[in-house]
């Protein structure tokens, strides 16, 4: 029986966007300096965005993108987020009245970014529709298919357990799924891509141990 979400906020995830997500850590480096990021952010189209996620970006691809560090040109060595949907999860141990309102408002800031569309109520397929296209986004971009494909709850505060994938390339760990958000807010949980280097975790683990990949999965994205 599909599990009931309160609400569904994405922009679909592009080739495009994953091939820019893949390419920050190895971009001309900009230091942690307020002027020079925002001389390369206004280069590239993109723009600050400090309501939605702390101290984060949002692209020219319209994606809500936040790292580690302050700047997330040409620094291997940070994590990068890129967040293309947004879910309020239907908590059944908490379903009080007072967090819907401003959480529902939350999520109309949300739905109302440009590109952005919203559904609600909607279910946990909905969610998982959202996250199959964007993982054909990322096998375009790649060139190849999830390593691991898993159903699970990993690195997520609350709502339903939904699939993450996985991906590596040659430096870093491609991690598409639900997270939570780490915003403002801490009741939401983002669909994201995060882009993550392999030394953060180890060695990816045999695709039978779901508990060992569900917990690769929590070293590499929870922060």
């Known amino acids: 029986m599909p599990i009931p979400v309160h609400a569904l906020a994405h922009r679909p995830l592009t080739a495009g966007a994953v091939a820019e997500l893949v390419a920050l850590p190895a971009v001309r480096h900009v230091p942690d300096d307020f002027d020079a990021i925002d001389a390369e952010i206004r280069q590239r189209g993109w723009s600050w965005e400090h309501e939605r996620v702390c101290d984060s970006f949002r692209t020219g691809n319209g994606h809500v993108l936040c790292s580690e560090g302050l700047s997330p040109f040409g620094h291997p060595n940070i994590r990068h987020f890129l967040v293309f949907g947004q879910l309020y999860p239907v908590d059944p141990d908490d379903e009080s009245t007072t967090n819907g ?112 990949v569900a917990g690769w999965i929590t070293a590499h994205v929870d922060w």
């Open 101 to 212: 309102p401003w959480l529902y408002g939350l999520m109309d800031d949300w739905q109302q970014l440009p590109g952005w569309s919203g559904r609600r109520p909607c279910t946990d397929q909905d969610c998982e529709a959202v996250l199959a296209q964007a993982a054909q986004a990322v096998t375009e971009h790649l060139g190849a298919a999830p390593e691991r494909t898993i159903l699970s709850s990993a690195a997520v505060v609350t709502g339903p357990a939904l699939t993450h994938r996985i991906w590596r390339t040659s430096t870093h760990a491609l991690v598409l799924g639900p997270a939570a958000d780490n915003g403002p807010y801490g009741f939401l949980t983002h669909l994201q891509l995060s882009c993550t280097p392999l030394t953060r975790g180890p060695a990816l683990p045999p695709a039978d141990d779901e508990d060992a």
